[in-house]
């Protein structure tokens, strides 16, 4: 019996893709509940005949412990914003707020508006939510215009959800502008092959 990831593979191969991949869209497609992990987002075009001179990504609700990888070649900035309550952080901090927006500007050459791509990485520690799908807005910002990717489903979407590979195929070629998404899994095994320490005695 064919599993889900299988089917979303097998609809991420149709003809069809090949539009939806010249969006901005992640280049791994799940994440394990619970893990910090390294995402990477891709933009592969600017606006029309327009490079691309600034690059904007809304991070989530949910992923937390946000950092960004150093690029020499952007100048990045991050906006925080306020948690409803403070969470503990690692080295048992209590954490007040959270990566909100991390913006790529001011590069030393303009992305291409074609033929080019660049990928736009960061880490956080994954929500401990399997089955939930979690979306990635983006913006484009172009010496001439820009380009949103900030569109999401009209109806909310699962890993549980009835065709669900076809559903998001549909999603992603139905408008010009869909957000980037990670679907949530249950892990296999532990992200870190040692024992977490515990409370000394």
């Not at 880490?123 to 900030?150: A, D, H, M, Q, W």
């Not at 549980?160 to 559903?167: I, V």
């Not at 980037?180 to 532990?190: S, Y």
Request: glycine content about 6%; proline content about 10%.
């Amino acid at each position: 019996m064919k599993t889900m990831k299988t089917l979303l593979i097998a609809a991420l191969a149709t003809t069809a893709v090949s539009v939806a991949l010249a969006h901005n869209s992640m280049t791994e497609y799940y994440a394990p509940a619970g893990y910090m992990k390294d995402f990477e987002i891709r933009v592969t075009h600017g606006c029309q005949s327009s490079p691309v001179k600034e690059f904007r990504l809304k991070i989530p609700e949910g992923l937390m412990r946000v950092s960004v990888e150093q690029n020499r070649d952007w100048v990045i900035d991050v906006k925080m914003r306020k948690l409803p309550k403070p969470i503990p952080g690692e080295g048992g901090n209590m954490l007040t707020e959270t990566v909100d927006e991390i913006i790529w500007k001011n590069p030393r050459s303009v992305l291409p508006a074609s033929g080019r791509f660049e990928g736009f990485r960061f880490r956080g520690l994954v929500p401990n939510t399997p089955g939930k799908i979690i979306f990635f807005r983006s913006v484009n910002v172009c010496e001439k215009g820009e380009e949103r990717y900030v569109d999401l489903p009209t109806e909310p979407l699962e890993a549980k959800t009835p065709g669900l590979p076809e559903k998001l195929l549909k999603f992603m070629t139905a408008t010009a502008t869909p957000s980037a998404f990670v679907i949530i899994e249950k892990p296999t095994r532990p992200q870190y092959p040692f024992a977490t320490p515990g409370p000394k005695k």
